[in-house]
């Protein structure tokens, strides 16, 4: 009996990718799920594998979780085909996935890429001619099986070499979903998750401030961390680029502390207040204008001097400041 076919399919937690697997599992491929995960947002679960096991459950295929946060957070401070309207490049970012499962295709032996793309869903990468310019700069042109559109796309590799035929696959084009739901019904899935924008880096919030720290910092000197910090507490851009983060909440400052290395710390002594992180430091007047923002967010006693303690590897001291005013720091605020 001769081997069946295998190929890889690049699976999201969402319906599209869980619908294509399945069918190219119906029919009798070898599918192995590839799910691909960066990591910018420290309060996310990170137990993906039995997150996407159970998900993919009904689907009946193995999956495999590849971490990919630092690779993937060099490609996103530069990304050749530019940013969408957050800083999601989504073009790249699929490329960078292509080319990832590419590899891991050459490693099990699979022998072509499933996705579940639907052709003219997303604005910037899932038209025709984006999707035939991403899979030729992956390395694998004519080597994406896209079984929800295939049928109004060109055949491609495995349909001419008859492991898979166009009439089993399916014409699905724009953002309608019926088809898709209809498709799950049939299947039998009973949870799925719905289309969401569900990728931080399309997060307006997110990306107004990752696109600050793009501005004000020298991308050579940025780590995936700097994006993770993104997400915890209010944070503020000084006109002289002090970047000062002031936990909200207890949450906050639990997360916060996993991020003190090599930061200024600023906290009250002698009252409830929020953990302060701050970068770019000069002066003696810096320290004070940040020990001055924390006071700000300190308790609510009558005191209207707070002694603030700051520390860092170079120092540490403790200063006695009345809070900034909002007026000079709202417009600081991003
Ligand atoms: S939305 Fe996010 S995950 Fe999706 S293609 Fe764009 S950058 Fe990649």
Redesign the pocket.
Known sequence: MSEPIKAIAMISSGLDSMLSAKIMHDLGIDVLGLHCVFRFDPTVDTNTQSRIEKLFEPVGIPIRVEEITEPFFQMVLNPPHGYGKGV???ID??IFMFRHAKKIMQEIGAQFLITGEVVGQRPM?QHKPTLFHIEKEAGLRHLIVRPLSARILPPTLPEENGWIHRDQLFDISGRNRKSQMALAESFGFQIYNQPAGG?I??DPAYSKRAKALLQHRDKSTLKSEDFNLLRLGRHFWTKDGLHVIVGRHEDDNTYLESFRNGRWAFEAVDVTGPLVLAEGIQNDEELRLVAQITARYCGHGKAEIFRIQYESVEKSDILEVVPIRDEILDPWRI
Request: proline letters at 11%; a positive charge; one cysteine or more.
């Open positions: 999601n490049p989504c970012c699929k990468s990728c880096l399309t």
